[in-house]
């Protein structure tokens, strides 16, 4: 029995149920995270086998995987710059739901390109530019709509429904990838690449059918106290800055001085963000230039079971689920009481560490390979582990940096930036595989060089940032 002592505030949060939209959030998430990385599952392997070296050239295959991991990696350039994009037009103009609704639309359309040309070099290309629009496009939607759909009466269990919202990424995620590439190896490219759209499709009805449940923020309009406007403000008249000040203070006079305190407070931030694109770029790595390694391993696991070379990568969603509850209740308490304190700065660096690791790993199995060996699958397993616990450190970290570095008025910004340094580390490994590609100064990083050029950039980047890190000040917008 509830006291009567008790606020009638707390009598009615404890009243409080799950919001009635939730159940269609989280099947729209699982469908459409099944779509994106099943479809993504197979994709480096299909380009250089359809396209880049359909008659398996031994002479063609380094500058075919070059190719496939260009066109990979630029790919998921595209969809992780969207989130701004696509964040903007539901903020300023659009509102969540129908950015939602109508981005998915086209998403399926990019679905059904991919399984309707799969033997169309240009077609393909296009539909994996409607794919990225899309799914970058309700990036940034999706996870603030769950958000959105509590109030003062339920938010005791928002954190409860996120777990279920992870949970459903992961669960579209690994179910994907272990299907998809055997639809691949049965039934071909055009079924391989269809079940994903088919999967689109039902996220997006599924999402269309809870449209009377939710709770619709609508757009704002356009807020010109922005990270953005202010910035370049700024700049324009850096000559009116007085001496003691910032150069961001110039803009006070034109915009909220307590939104020009944000942005400094973002680019203190950028400041560690600087480091961040050099891990996405050897992580994305797993889902594209280990899928290829995998090709020439010896897949059979003696377990009685042999991997597919794309199911390989399976692993990391598993290892990540299955880690993150050790680290944050064994590992990072059991240093504590070492008298070792496990700040954000420190855990990044130790993520960046155990990143370059794992491309120790990779970079020793390349170099089994190149002398005509088939090392075992276990090799690429435990790198996959490895660069799992990299992922929680700096992922999970940077995005807890990220949210109480910010000010509450910049913390959208922030989520965006974060993003885009996915975007940036994915376009810097597209432009060195276009540079080898055609012949140019990196495509002396063959075989186990190319691995050997990131892990050393890695090892470098994480020394660097241990030098800068001691250096920052943090200061925290919590509460």
């Not at 880049?52 to 260009?70: D, G, R, T």
């Not at 990036?139 to 958000?147: F, I, L, Q, R, T």
């Not at 939710?214 to 202010?230: A, D, L, Q």
């Not at 940096?401 to 008025?409: E, G, L, W």
Request: glycine content about 8%; hydrophobic content about 50%.
């Amino acid at each position: 029995m509830i006291s009567n002592n008790l606020p009638e505030t707390a009598i009615e949060e404890k009243k409080g149920s799950f919001p009635k939209a939730i159940p269609y959030i989280l099947g729209n998430e699982a469908a459409e995270r099944f779509s994106f990385y099943g479809m993504r599952s197979i994709l480096s392997t299909f380009l250089v086998a359809q396209f880049y070296n359909p008659n398996a050239i031994p002479a063609l295959q380094a500058v075919a995987e070059a190719k496939s991991n260009e066109k990979v990696h630029m790919f998921v350039a595209l969809a992780y710059i969207m989130p701004m994009v696509g964040g903007i037009l539901a903020d300023w103009f659009f509102g969540k739901y129908k950015v939602i609704l109508y981005v998915s639309i086209l998403y399926c359309f990019g679905h059904l390109m991919l399984a309707t040309f799969e033997k169309d070099l240009s077609m393909f290309s296009i539909g994996l530019i409607v794919i990225a629009a899309g799914a970058g496009g309700i990036k940034s939607c999706v996870s603030a709509n769950v958000g959105d759909q509590f109030d003062a009466s339920n938010e005791h269990l928002m954190s409860k429904v996120y777990g279920w919202f992870y949970f459903s990424i992961n669960t579209g995620s690994v179910v994907s990838n272990i299907l998809i590439p055997i639809i691949y190896v049965k039934y071909g490219a055009a079924w391989a690449f269809g079940v994903p759209g088919i999967l689109m499709a039902l996220a997006t009805i599924i999402f269309y059918l809870g449209r009377g449940k939710y709770v619709k923020v609508p757009p704002m309009g356009i807020n010109r106290n922005n990270f953005v406007f202010i910035s370049v403000h700024a700049l324009l008249n850096i000559n009116k800055k007085q001496k003691g000040e910032s150069w961001l203070d110039v803009a006070k006079t034109s915009y909220d001085p307590e939104k020009v305190e944000g942005v400094k407070a973002v680019y203190r931030v950028l400041a560690v963000f600087a480091f961040i694109p050099i891990f996405w770029a050897l992580w994305d790595q797993n889902l594209a230039e280990w899928v290829l390694q995998a090709t020439k391993l010896d897949l059979n696991t003696g377990l009685g079971f042999a991997f597919l070379p794309e199911q390989v990568q399976v692993l990391n969603p598993l290892f990540l689920v299955s880690f993150i509850p050790v680290f944050t209740y064994v590992i990072y308490p059991f240093f504590e009481k070492l008298g070792i304190k496990t700040t954000p700065l420190r855990r990044l660096g130790a993520g960046f560490f155990l990143t370059a690791v794992s491309f120790v790993i990779i970079s020793l199995i390349q170099t089994s390979i190149d002398a005509g060996n088939h090392p075992s699958v276990w090799w690429q397993i435990l790198a996959y582990l490895i660069l799992a616990w990299g992922e929680i450190m700096v992922s999970i970290t940077g995005l807890e940096y990220a949210y109480t570095n910010s000010p509450k008025s910049m913390k959208s910004t922030m989520s965006a930036i974060w993003f885009s340094t996915v975007s940036i580390g994915n376009l810097f490994v597209s432009l060195i595989n276009e540079n080898i590609a055609n012949g140019g100064f990196f495509a002396q990083l063959s075989g186990a060089s190319y691995f050997w050029f990131f892990t050393g950039l890695m090892f470098a980047s994480t020394i660097l940032f241990f030098i800068i890190a001691g250096r920052l000040k943090e200061t925290r917008y919590v509460g």
